[in-house]
């Protein structure tokens, strides 16, 4: 098997401020991997959260590439993958969610079927997707509410965590009032502490929001937990829930959890914290970062296995150089093509 490594700037279509930075654009590293003719794609973006660049980013890639020449077909190194025999203790999670990714893109193409069949599922996966809205005026959220409303999106999540808390309880508010038939989300990213959290929830609740992600500071989630106990909204976490050890603890004691497959590992992880979840009384929650509809395209796949779906990383781009996943009707769905199931958009390579 011969790799390939390439890297593209994502531009955003505009800075999506949360609490705890302003995003304009991420660098995306994507790994090609091809083998008798047939090539699979995956992708990992740069992360200032998770300390991740594009120079990190290749060279993690790099090594596991070598570590592919051991194997003789696509089949097998995504078992041994999914084992975890491929890829090294120390591989950041969304490099192993990316070279799986590629592998599963590659194996699905030789096989003539859609990554979904591969994972057990056979009809086409399609989800009603959030579409964000940053931390921004009362005004300019209203205004995007009504556009994404009138698009088609059933699901806003409206970011929180500004300095004074009443601008989060206006800025909901106003997308409330400018789109009063849709779902509404909100994340705080960590911004909150307890205090804060249980008097705001509250004024939140009343204003319809169906669920909160993370509102408290990754690193306690036991403080998480309890908050969740006492919460008249569900409580889902995302900082505090990194991998099936995290999710763990908390299942049971909150009401979901986030799963984005670049910090759990990958879609066979994910399943994993699914499996785990079944019967526990929390939900799934499928996210993402930013990246392009490459990467966020194995996620999809996994797409009816999730309560809550947040996969618009694509659709905050300026320029997305895939297609295959659509999203902006506010509906993410596969294309049943071999693999993934995406192309690069006008027929580039």
């Known amino acids: 098997m011969r790799t390939g490594l390439h890297t593209v700037r994502l531009e955003l279509a505009e800075p999506l401020r949360i609490s705890r930075s302003t995003m304009s654009a991420r660098d995306a590293v994507r790994l ?25 980013l290749a060279r993690h890639f790099t090594a596991v590439g070598a570590d592919l020449d051991r194997f003789s077909d696509p089949e097998t190194a995504l078992e041994a993958l999914r084992t975890g025999v491929l890829a090294a203790y120390g591989t950041p ?30 009809d086409a996966p399609v989800a009603a997707t959030a579409r964000t809205i940053g931390i921004t005026s009362p005004s300019r959220a209203a205004a995007q509410a009504r556009a994404l409303a009138a698009s088609g999106f059933h699901v806003l999540k409206v970011k929180a965590g500004a300095t004074d808390p009443e601008e989060d309880v206006e800025r909901v508010r106003a997308v409330r009032d400018s789109a ?19 008097a705001l929830l509250p004024r939140f609740a009343a204003l319809g929001v169906e669920a909160v992600e993370q509102p408290l500071a990754p690193g306690d989630p036991e403080g998480l937990a309890t908050l969740a106990e ?39 992880a994910a399943l994993r914290i699914a499996e785990l979840l079944d019967g526990s009384g ?7 970062l930013a990246a392009s509809t490459l990467g966020i395209a194995p996620a999809v796949h996994l797409a009816d296995r999730a309560r809550w779906t947040d996969l618009d990383g694509h659709l905050l781009l300026a320029h997305d150089p895939w297609t295959g996943i659509g999203g ?13 199931g995406v192309a690069p958009r006008g027929g580039a390579s």
Do not use: F
């Not at 929390?282 to 993402?288: A, D, V």
């Not at 902006?328 to 993934?340: A, F, I, Q, T, Y």
């Open 93 to 122: 999670p969304a490099v192993t969610a990316a070279v799986e990714a590629a592998l599963l893109d590659l194996v699905g193409k030789r096989a003539g079927r859609p990554v979904h069949r591969l994972l057990g599922t056979d």
């Open 32 to 56: 090609t991997v091809e083998h008798e003719g047939v090539t699979g794609h995956g992708e990992a973006v740069s992360s200032v959260y998770y300390r991740l660049d594009a120079m990190g």
């Open 180 to 198: 009063p038939r849709v779902r509404l989300l909100l994340d705080p990213n960590g911004a909150w502490t307890a205090g804060r959290a249980a």
């Open 328 to 340: 902006e009707d506010g509906w993410v769905r596969v294309s049943g093509s071999p693999g993934l």
């Open 230 to 268: 006492r919460s008249p909204l569900p409580v889902i976490a995302d900082e505090d829930a990194v991998d099936l050890e995290d999710v763990r603890r908390l299942a049971g004691r909150v009401h979901g959890v986030n799963v984005k497959l670049a910090k759990c590992g990958g879609v066979y």
């Open 282 to 288: 929390t939900q799934l929650m499928l996210g993402c």
